[in-house]
């Protein structure tokens, strides 16, 4: 089956995200950043914002029960664009060349609707994408099958020639599940191969 269309996820994949680049500035000792990353500013919780919880109410609820932290949980508001350090520039590179061969290019990304709004006007590369699905804006995340459908219903793409590429492999599995085709991203040189595989792009392509 031919590939018509490649969904691209954001985070992790085409720009680096980690909360630790902006916490390792706050916190002095490494185990009470990981204390904090694992107990207070959780990845549940950080998941419920890109579920699309609000902020305001996010914060409230975390500083109500964590007061001592005050000042580290309003950070991951005022200070969000630093976990965000810069694009993955192989991976960037390749979207451009899938651009430059006119293939269509959209995006599927469990991201807060505001934060992506933020990260979206720093990065160029966004202009090559003709739609994005983001769970902050829908109310469902990856790997819900909902999200999957509501992208090539929105778009009218055909699931067999969709191409998904995501760092999580639950999420790859759910847009296979779904009939998407998928490709689980672990590097740039990586992507590269198994889209020269897929005859998407030349081998000789750089990451």
Same mark, same amino acid.
């Given at each position: 089956?031919?590939?018509?269309?490649?969904?691209?996820?954001?985070?992790?994949?085409?720009?680096?995200?980690?909360?630790?680049?902006?916490?390792?500035?706050?916190?002095?000792?490494?185990?009470?950043?990981?204390?904090?990353?694992?107990?207070?500013?959780?990845?549940?919780?950080?998941?419920?914002?890109?579920?699309?919880?609000?902020?305001?109410?996010?914060?409230?609820?975390?500083?109500?029960?964590?007061?001592?932290?005050?000042?580290?949980? +309003?950070?991951?508001?005022?200070?969000?664009?630093?976990?965000?350090?810069?694009?993955?520039?192989?991976?960037?590179?390749?979207?451009?060349?899938?651009a430059a061969d006119g293939m269509p290019l959209f995006a599927l990304t469990n991201f807060n609707a505001h934060t992506f709004a933020r990260t979206r006007a720093r990065f160029p590369f966004f202009r090559h994408l003709r739609g994005a699905v983001v769970s902050g804006e829908e109310g469902i995340v990856k790997p819900d099958?909902?999200?999957?459908?509501?992208?090539?219903? +929105?778009?009218?793409?055909?699931?067999?020639?969709?191409?998904?590429?995501?760092?999580?492999?639950?999420?790859?599995?759910?847009?296979?599940?779904?009939?998407?085709?998928?490709?689980?991203?672990?590097?740039?040189?990586?992507?590269?191969?198994?889209?020269? +595989?897929?005859?998407?792009?030349?081998?000789?392509?750089?990451?």
């Open positions: 089956m031919g590939v018509e269309a490649v969904v691209f996820d954001v985070g992790q994949v085409l720009v680096q995200w980690d909360p630790r680049h902006l916490y390792r500035t706050l916190f002095p000792d490494p185990d009470r950043m990981e204390f904090f990353l694992s107990e207070v500013c959780t990845p549940a919780w950080n998941l419920e914002l890109d579920r699309g919880m609000d902020w305001d109410e996010a914060l409230s609820e975390r500083i109500a029960r964590y007061p001592s932290f005050e000042r580290e949980i +309003r950070a991951f508001w005022e200070r969000w664009d630093e976990m965000v350090p810069g694009a993955i520039e192989g991976t960037v590179r390749l979207l451009e060349a899938l099958p909902r999200i999957y459908r509501l992208l090539t219903t +929105r778009y009218g793409l055909d699931p067999p020639q969709t191409l998904f590429i995501d760092d999580v492999h639950a999420n790859v599995e759910a847009a296979q599940e779904c009939g998407w085709q998928g490709l689980r991203f672990t590097d740039p040189a990586a992507l590269r191969e198994d889209l020269a +595989r897929l005859g998407l792009i030349c081998a000789g392509v750089a990451p």
